[in-house]
C-alpha cells in the first residue's frame, strides 16, 4: 500500500485542513472540534454526501466512511470530513465567476426531491439569546477580556437600532409564514470563498457546505446577487439570473426574502460577538479581528439606513 503524504493546508476557518496524497489519489481533510454543534454539522455532512449519492456535482461531498459517517468522530474532541480534492481557485463574485456559481445555486435548487431527513431552517437563530442580552446584560461590566466594555458600551449605546432590526426581522418571519413558495436545498453562504473554479472542467462547485439546509431559496440568492453581507452593491445581475434560471428555472427572486436573511445574519453575527466578549476572552489576532467586525455590524445604521433608530 502506498504511504499517505499528509500537508497541512492553512485555509477557511472553523477547522483545519490538510491535503493527503496516497499514490495518485489526492484527498482534501477537514478536522472539526467536538461540540455543541457537532449534531448540526454531523446532519448537514449527511445531507451533503447524500446529494453526492444521488449524483448532485454541484457540491462537493464528503467521502463517507465504511460505517456509512459523513462526519467521523475520531476522538473524544475531533472529528473528521475527508472530500475529493479539487484542483482549482476560489471564485471571483467580481466577475463572470458569479455566473459560474450562480449555475451552480441553480442546479442545487433544482434538486429534487428534498430528503425528508434534510434539516430545515428555522429564524431567529440566537435571537432569544441576543433579545435577553439587550434586555438586561448591558448593566454590568464584562470586564473578563480587553475588548468586553468596549463591545457592551457598543451595544448599549446602539441597542435600539439592534431592537429596530429584530422587529424587522420579526415581520418578515411572519409575512414568510404565509407564503407557499416551496422551500429547496441551500448552501447558506455560496460566497467566492466557499465556491471554486474547478481547471479540468470550469465548472464551479460549492464547498464548505456545513450549513446545507432545506430552505427559502432566497438564503443562497441574497449572496448570490449582493455579493456581499453587509447590503446589495448594485452589480448588474441579468447575466448571474439568467445562468441561475437556466438550472433552476424561471423564478423570481423575492426581495424581502433576501432582506430577511441579510436581517437574520446581521442579528446573527451580533448576537455570537456579544457572547464572546461578554465571556472570557485574551488578546489575539483573532479577537482584535472580532471587535473590527462587530463594529461593521453595530450600529445597524450602517447596513440599514432605512431604520431611523440609532
Not at 429596530?164 to 418578515?172: G, T
Request: glycine content about 8%.
Amino acid at each position: 500500500m502506498a504511504e499517505a503524504v499528509v500537508t497541512y493546508a492553512p485555509l477557511g476557518h472553523g477547522s483545519h485542513n490538510w491535503s493527503a496524497e496516497v499514490g495518485e489519489s489526492r484527498w482534501f481533510v477537514k478536522a472539526y472540534r467536538s461540540g455543541a454543534d457537532s449534531a448540526f454539522f454531523q446532519a448537514t455532512q449527511a445531507s451533503t454526501a447524500a446529494l453526492g449519492d444521488r449524483g448532485v456535482s454541484c457540491v462537493l461531498a464528503p467521502v463517507r466512511s465504511r460505517g456509512g459517517l459523513a462526519l467521523v468522530p475520531v476522538s473524544p474532541s475531533w472529528e473528521l470530513a475527508i472530500f475529493p480534492f479539487v484542483r482549482g481557485r476560489n471564485a471571483d463574485f467580481l466577475s463572470s465567476d458569479r455566473e459560474l456559481v450562480a449555475s451552480a445555486v441553480g442546479e442545487l435548487h433544482a434538486f429534487g426531491p428534498v430528503p425528508s431527513d434534510a434539516l430545515r431552517w428555522a429564524p431567529g437563530w440566537l435571537q432569544p439569546e441576543l433579545r435577553a442580552r439587550l434586555a438586561s446584560g448591558l448593566s454590568g461590566p464584562w470586564s473578563e477580556g480587553p475588548y468586553g466594555e468596549r463591545a457592551r458600551t457598543l451595544l448599549l449605546r446602539c441597542r435600539s437600532g439592534i431592537e429596530a432590526l429584530l422587529a424587522l426581522s420579526d415581520r418578515l418571519v411572519a409575512r414568510l409564514e404565509s407564503s407557499s413558495e416551496p422551500w429547496v436545498m441551500t448552501h447558506g453562504e455560496p460566497h467566492g470563498g466557499n465556491s471554486m473554479i474547478d481547471s479540468s472542467t470550469g465548472a464551479a462547485v460549492l464547498i464548505d457546505c456545513d450549513a446545507m439546509l432545506v430552505a427559502p431559496r432566497e438564503r443562497d440568492l441574497r449572496l448570490l446577487l449582493h455579493a456581499s453581507h453587509k447590503g446589495p452593491r448594485g452589480l448588474d445581475n441579468a447575466a448571474v439570473l439568467a445562468a441561475y434560471h437556466r438550472a433552476a428555472g424561471p423564478v423570481v427572486p423575492r426581495e424581502w426574502v433576501m432582506e430577511l436573511f441579510r436581517a437574520e445574519w446581521h442579528l446573527l453575527e451580533i448576537a455570537r460577538y456579544a457572547e464572546q466578549f461578554a465571556a472570557p476572552h485574551v488578546e489575539s489576532a483573532d479577537t482584535a479581528a472580532r471587535i473590527v467586525s462587530l463594529e461593521s455590524y453595530v450600529p445597524v445604521t450602517q447596513n440599514w439606513p432605512e431604520l431611523n433608530a440609532a
